[in-house]
């Protein structure tokens, strides 16, 4: 398994085909309370896992985080967080109301570059935390992260434009 650093990511893009994508499906989001960094949370990916106080179990792996950060749900029910200032430069509330689980909907505004990867990959968020892919998983990226995405979830929620 190869890290992909922001130098790897250059060799990357001279090496291989880079598309510009979109996210087309929405994305279901609350704040993360107090209870869940007590409890700590677990994608249905990672239903094997055992909860761990602070952190969420992603598809990609173990990350952490704050109580008033963002929890994002994705098309296949996975979970991930994402910091509030982050969060309000991409994403756009269209729920009228939450759900009975606290959660609204939101449309994406940006649109992304990504990469096919042949192999497993990792790459850090920018908290620190190591998050992995596997072959056939896109590597998507902005001026500011890195990040995974799966096959299936990409094909449901992504949209080659380029």
């Given at each position: 398994m190869i890290e992909i650093t922001r130098d790897a990511l250059e060799i990357l893009k001279s090496s291989l085909e880079v598309?510009?994508?979109r996210k087309t499906a929405t994305t279901k989001a609350r704040l993360l309370t107090e209870s869940d960094y007590q409890t700590g949370l677990v994608s249905p990916q990672k239903?094997?896992?055992?909860?761990?106080?602070s952190h969420i179990w992603t598809r990609e792996g173990l990350v952490s985080f704050e109580v008033g950060d963002i929890l994002c749900q994705g098309a296949e029910g996975e979970l991930w967080p994402m910091k509030v200032a982050n969060f309000n430069k991409i994403k756009i509330k269209i729920s009228l109301e939450a759900d009975s689980d606290g959660f609204d909907l939101y449309t994406n505004t940006v649109t992304?570059?990504?990469?096919?990867?042949?192999?497993?990959?990792?790459?850090?968020?920018?908290?620190g935390e190591l998050v992995v892919g596997e072959p056939g998983d896109w590597l998507l990226f902005s001026e500011s992260s890195i990040?995974?995405?799966?096959?299936?979830?990409?094909?449901?929620?992504?949209?080659i434009i380029a």
């Open positions: 598309h510009a994508v239903a094997h896992e055992s909860p761990i106080p992304y570059s990504a990469i096919r990867m042949t192999y497993s990959f990792a790459c850090r968020r920018p908290e990040w995974p995405v799966g096959q299936s979830i990409f094909e449901k929620t992504y949209e």
